[in-house]
């Protein structure tokens, strides 16, 4: 079975969040503080038996800002389920959840306590006096499927109350993102690798087998001399302090003679070209993490296969930590193929830019108490033309995006490099620290990435920065000299409150020459290797600093932005913008429609 939906009413960051989960692994996306541990820590409270009952009394902090709990209300967390169907075990599990057929729910509520209820009824308790001490935790499960869980109040009786204990045939296996790996694969409470051997349903005759050759060892080693004189001296030493009352023999041995001892004493043993039979804990942090999802994942396997699982779960944090970009990939990529369900939270680029846009679930922060949220491949109006667009345009540099606050869309590496350069240099704002995000997506085809941008998307203001033609700079121009190119998309019908396009009236390399920028160019120029158009830059400056106006100015400005367009095909578009970068404590002006874009971006 697997979560089909999470509706979140005043938990924490969210006053509400209601979301389709419609993949097997699904990436909860955003900057940080946007709530995504608190998205999984919301599933546990409802679904998870071996969360602490301690955490389900909520406290004040855990209740959203916007809710005054004097007055009576809640906080609502509530789970859709589906795909169980057929499974003997699962339909056992969820029998008295269901809603209705093939669908049920399971809900976890904090609200005034029952008597407190009646007390409001009966007007012996006022609205406005109530303390967090009035409210308790309950789940409960199905109810009338005419009650939508976005629209339980907190005075309805919604399902029946469900035990406890029937949750704990569910598993439930949560990975913080700091988490300590090697220590839980040693603690038997824990280790992943205890859970897998207890769950393979070893044979009496073979456990039996394995103590036998225990009880060896322990003779063993009791035998030798050493051994012998340490262990009889810790007896007389005993047998002194106790006294005969309390006396008993002391011996020394691997362990004692039980399986549970045998499990407990098990490690993993680790071998490399360097290496033979090494302990995990000569491993970097990294690999360890690889190494316990891999036994955790064999042991969900082993459930499975058994057919002893009414159901069951993965909730990663961070699965990146501590993982180069190719371990990132492998592990996001054996998650993503497992039979059951994984919810993961992630910071990775190189992970979103793997994944399914159908996974993704996108948290924002709006400058508001209130977290938006959006799954855009449900919520943008994409078919699946646009979503193959986007998961090809969607790379690791592309997809940050997704983390930003706000987003400047440009071309392509040239308006990469020294559009923040520009800005920061001349209007002295840094967009990093104001949280904008500059993204190439090489090419004009705008249109698809600025339906990400709205409402029911990605609540976030995203400036496009194009040229007046809107036609690639590497454009292929076929015989006759006519453009081989589709017709250039309509970005002004794109627009809305959070989407605004800037366009120049030229290519951005003219767009960007002024006589306050002719020197960064002209040392540009000089250093890539282009002395005759340096030296024509430095001349054209000294004209206009020696007073040329008018129609003479005009032409020199248009030549000398000519010059500096020729020399950047030359040498290269993405080239020149990153030599002119270092030049740019030399630039005094900016153009106005970039200026503009700046102030848009940042006006509240």
């Known amino acids: 079975m697997k979560i089909n939906r999470i509706v979140i009413k005043n938990f924490r960051s969210f006053e509400f969040l209601d979301i389709p989960v419609t993949c097997g692994t699904t990436c909860i996306i955003g900057?940080?503080?946007?709530?995504?541990?608190?998205?999984?820590?919301?599933?546990?409270?409802?679904?998870?038996?071996?969360?602490?009952?301690?955490?389900?009394?909520?406290?004040?902090?855990?209740?959203h800002s916007t809710v005054d709990?004097?007055?009576?209300?809640?906080?609502?967390?509530?789970?859709?389920?589906?795909?169980?169907?057929?499974?003997?075990?699962?339909?056992?599990?969820?029998?008295?959840?269901?809603?209705?057929?093939?669908?049920?729910?399971?809900?976890?509520r904090f609200r005034p306590k029952t008597s407190i209820r009646e007390d409001?009824?009966?007007?012996?308790?006022?609205?406005?006096?109530?303390?967090?001490e009035d409210y308790h935790w309950e789940i409960s499960g199905g109810g009338d499927p005419d009650y939508d869980l976005a629209d339980i109040e907190w005075e309805e009786d919604i399902g029946a109350q469900i035990r406890f204990s029937d949750l704990q045939s569910f598993l439930v296996v949560f990975?913080?993102?700091?988490?300590?790996?090697?220590?839980?694969?040693?603690?038997?409470?824990?280790?992943?690798?205890?859970?897998?051997?207890?769950?393979?349903?070893?044979?009496?005759?073979?456990q039996e087998e394995l103590l036998d050759k225990l009880r060896e060892a322990n003779v063993g080693i009791a035998e030798s001399p050493s051994v012998e004189e340490i262990a009889e001296a810790i007896d007389k030493s005993f047998k002194v302090v106790a006294g005969p009352a309390f006396s008993m023999d002391v011996g020394i041995?691997?362990?004692?003679?039980?399986?549970?001892?045998?499990?407990?004493?098990?490690?993993?043993?680790?071998?490399?070209?360097?290496?033979?039979?090494?302990?995990?804990?000569?491993?970097?942090?990294?690999?360890?993490?690889?190494?316990?999802?891999?036994?955790?994942?064999?042991?969900?396997?082993?459930?499975?296969?058994?057919?002893?699982?009414?159901?069951q779960i993965i909730l990663l944090e961070e699965p990146e930590a501590h993982l180069h970009p190719q371990l990132q990939l492998a592990l996001f990529n054996a998650l993503s193929v497992l039979p059951f369900q994984s919810i993961l939270t992630t910071h990775s680029t190189h992970i979103t830019a793997q994944a399914d846009l159908r996974s993704y679930v996108v948290l924002t922060q709006t400058g508001t108490?209130?977290?938006a949220s959006s799954v855009p491949a449900e919520q943008?109006?994409?078919?699946?033309?646009?979503?193959?667009?986007?998961?090809?345009?969607?790379?690791?540099?592309?997809?940050?995006?997704?983390?930003?606050?706000?987003?400047?869309?440009?071309?392509?590496?040239?308006?990469?490099?020294?559009?923040?350069?520009?800005?920061?240099?001349?209007?002295?704002?840094?967009?990093?620290?104001?949280?904008?995000?500059?993204?190439?997506?090489?090419?004009?085809?705008?249109?698809?990435?600025?339906?990400?941008?709205?409402?029911?998307?990605?609540?976030k203001k995203c400036a496009i920065i194009t040229d007046g033609d809107l036609k690639p700079s590497?454009?292929?121009?076929?015989?006759?000299?006519?453009?081989?190119?589709?017709?250039?998309?309509?970005?002004?019908?794109?627009?809305?409150?959070?989407?605004?396009?800037?366009?120049?009236?030229?290519?951005?390399?003219?767009?960007?020459?002024?006589?306050?920028?002719?020197?960064?160019?002209?040392?540009?120029?000089?250093?890539?290797?282009?002395?005759?158009?340096?030296?024509?830059?430095?001349?054209?400056?000294q004209a206009i600093d020696d007073g040329i106006d008018g129609r003479e100015r005009k032409a020199l400005l248009m030549n000398l932005r000519k010059a500096v367009l020729n020399t950047a095909k030359r040498f290269g578009k993405a080239r020149f913008a990153q030599v002119t970068a270092r030049h740019v404590e030399l630039a005094k002006v900016i153009p106005k429609y970039l200026d503009d874009a700046v102030k848009w971006l940042l006006e509240q």
């Open 31 to 63: 900057e940080n503080n946007t709530g995504k541990t608190n998205l999984l820590h919301a599933i546990r409270l409802c679904l998870d038996a071996g969360l602490s009952s301690s955490y389900r009394s909520l406290i004040q902090n855990d209740v």
């Open 69 to 108: 709990i004097s007055n009576p209300s809640q906080v609502l967390i509530g789970l859709e389920i589906t795909d169980f169907e057929g499974k003997v075990n699962e339909e056992a599990l969820v029998g008295a959840w269901q809603s209705k057929p093939g669908r049920a729910r399971l809900m976890y």
């Open 120 to 132: 409001l009824d009966s007007g012996d308790i006022a609205p406005g006096d109530l303390t967090i």
């Open 175 to 206: 990975l913080p993102a700091l988490r300590d790996v090697e220590s839980d694969l040693r603690q038997y409470r824990f280790s992943p690798l205890a859970r897998l051997i207890n769950a393979m349903g070893i044979e009496p005759d073979e």
């Open 253 to 311: 041995g691997v362990a004692e003679p039980s399986f549970q001892a045998i499990v407990r004493a098990l490690r993993i043993l680790m071998s490399n070209d360097a290496m033979n039979e090494f302990d995990p804990s000569s491993n970097g942090l990294g690999l360890n993490n690889i190494l316990y999802v891999s036994i955790l994942i064999e042991y969900f396997h082993k459930r499975l296969a058994q057919q002893k699982s009414a159901g």
């Open 369 to 371: 108490p209130a977290v």
């Open 380 to 459: 943008c109006g994409f078919d699946d033309d646009d979503i193959s667009d986007l998961e090809r345009y969607l790379d690791a540099t592309k997809s940050n995006l997704l983390y930003a606050r706000k987003v400047m869309l440009v071309e392509g590496p040239a308006e990469l490099f020294l559009i923040p350069a520009l800005i920061k240099q001349v209007n002295e704002i840094d967009l990093t620290r104001e949280g904008v995000s500059v993204i190439p997506i090489y090419g004009v085809h705008f249109d698809v990435y600025a339906r990400l941008f709205s409402e029911n998307g990605l609540p």
């Open 474 to 541: 590497d454009a292929v121009l076929d015989l006759e000299g006519e453009d081989d190119l589709p017709p250039s998309p309509d970005l002004k019908a794109l627009e809305n409150d959070r989407v605004k396009v800037f366009a120049c009236k030229t290519t951005f390399e003219r767009a960007i020459v002024f006589p306050g920028t002719l020197e960064m160019f002209a040392n540009a120029a000089e250093e890539i290797g282009a002395p005759i158009v340096a030296q024509k830059l430095y001349d054209g400056l």
